[in-house]
């Protein structure tokens, strides 16, 4: 069975992006590139909601990402994607599907299929709808250094409680903090 993983950067107090839906706050440093770049020679296929497939295809593809950090545009380039909308009506960034209809029970095919991992990258409302179900193998949540006014929690909605058992810890020099869990049945 393929595997579902979130990676995710959130505030001390549990946003992923602010009252405005503004992520600047985020400051990545070179040890978190290097760790972004090497995380995405997993080769998983990528998983976006709407709002961060839009932010993310507005980058990468283009000279400036290029410029700024080529070993992760080159990953982010080349990995298979699929966003779950069911507004956008296409896609135009390379080796994207979308998947507009029933993504709980899409994604429960796909994991059950053979192939890549998946990793969801941002997209709040995705790991909340996924998490209620079952379907997270593992959460990886990059914690910043600040405290946010106000924002979008991580399980924002979410209806059921949710346990999680650490699995390792990393600390960056810029003081950034990465968790990794596991769901505990």
């Known amino acids: 069975m393929r595997k579902l993983s979130v990676f995710n950067f959130i505030s001390l107090n549990g ?4 009252q405005h839906g503004d992520i ?6 070179p040890e ?3 760790f972004a770049a090497n995380s995405l020679q997993a080769d998983n296929c ?3 909601g709407r709002i961060t497939y839009e932010l993310m295809a507005s980058y990468w593809p283009t000279p400036m990402a290029m410029e700024n950090d080529p070993k992760v545009a080159t990953g982010m380039n080349n990995a298979e994607k699929i966003v779950f909308s069911r507004s956008l009506k296409s896609v135009t960034w390379n080796k994207t599907r979308l998947i507009s ?12 299929s053979d192939g890549k991992d998946f990793t969801i990258l941002g997209s709040g409302s995705i790991v909340t709808q996924f998490a209620e179900h ?3 193998d593992e959460y990886q949540f990059m914690i910043d ?7 979008t929690p991580i399980f924002n909605e979410i209806n059921k409680q949710l346990n999680l058992k650490l699995t390792s810890i990393h600390s960056f020099k810029s003081g950034v903090v990465l968790l990794r869990y596991q769901p505990v049945n």
């Open 32 to 34: 978190e590139n290097e």
């Open 46 to 48: 990528l998983l976006f």
């Open 145 to 151: 250094p600040v405290a946010l006014g106000a924002g």
């Open 15 to 18: 946003f992923y992006k602010d």
């Open 101 to 112: 209809e029933n993504i709980v029970d899409e994604i429960r095919k796909l994991k059950e």
């Open 24 to 29: 600047s706050w985020h400051k990545h440093g």
């Open 134 to 136: 079952g379907l997270i």
